[in-house]
T-cell receptor
Framework: GAVVSQHPSWVICKSGTSVKIECRSL??????MFWYRQFPKQSLMLMAT?????????EQGVEKDKFLINHASLTLSTLTVTSAHPEDSSFYIC???????????????FGEGSRLTVL | RKEVEQDPGPFNVPEGATVAFNCTYS??????FFWYRQDCRKEPKLLMS???SGNEDGRFTAQLNRASQYISLLIRDSKLSDSATYLC??????????FGTGTRLLVSP
């Protein structure tokens, strides 16, 4: 089945630095990827929809200048948390809709997630 | 009112028990429904889609009630390995999936 890989799994950084998280679809092309954030004991919250070759669509309340999304190819989307602060510490997960034989299967495949801790 | 609501639990059940979770959604135009399983500190994984006619996969049965706007998940003969958080997920259209907060299940020996 479709596989989505996310890197890094864990990252610890100092306040004020920027962190880049990569999301790759390994065996299919994903024109659209999604970025979620999950705080402890809370549900996954959609941050933005990443569209290949165009600007990302951000959900209400998500700062597009702080969470930079680039979807430069059909298999790679990146999320950069700029000037990270402790309140940005969270579990960030990407996902893409599965494709089989060129057809959208409707199933959502998730990356392994990236746990960000900002000191 | 939240778009998707679940009882967070935890549901503590012994091995072999039958347990059921419900999930309500507010958008009557919602198109598709899913149950995902999430283990601690891991990514969610699709457990099963929920069809209008109801569907069963081994020990798991999912039901959809559009009139009352809820879906359910029934787990029979619970195993220790079933311990996880079960996420109710609703596709509202325009590529937007809405996640419930999840229901935590703990199966004990």
């Amino acid at each position: 089945g479709a596989v989505v890989s996310q890197h890094p799994s864990w990252v610890i950084c100092k306040s004020g630095t920027s962190v880049k998280i990569e999301c790759r679809s390994l065996d299919f092309q994903a024109t659209t990827m999604f970025w979620y954030r999950q705080f402890p004991k809370q549900s996954l919250m959609l941050m933005a929809t990443s569209n290949e070759g165009s600007k990302a669509t951000y959900e209400q309340g998500v700062e597009k200048d702080k969470f930079l999304i680039n979807h430069a190819s059909l298999t790679l989307s990146t999320l950069t948390v700029t000037s990270a602060h402790p309140e940005d510490s969270s579990f960030y997960i990407c996902s893409a809709r599965g494709v089989a034989g060129g057809t959208d299967t409707g199933e959502l495949f998730f990356g392994e997630g990236s746990r960000l801790t900002v000191l | 009112r939240k778009e998707v609501e679940q009882d967070p639990g935890p549901f503590n059940v012994p091995e072999g028990a039958t347990v059921a979770f419900n999930c309500t959604y507010s958008n009557s135009a919602s198109q598709s429904f899913f149950w995902y399983r999430q283990d601690c500190r891991k990514e969610p994984k699709l457990l099963m889609s929920v069809y209008s006619s109801g569907n069963e996969d081994g020990r798991f049965t999912a039901q959809l009630n559009r009139a009352s706007q809820y879906i359910s998940l029934l787990i029979r003969d619970s195993k220790l390995s079933d311990s996880a958080t079960y996420l109710c997920v609703v596709y509202t259209g325009f590529q937007k999936l809405v996640f419930g907060t999840g229901t935590r299940l703990l199966v004990s020996p």
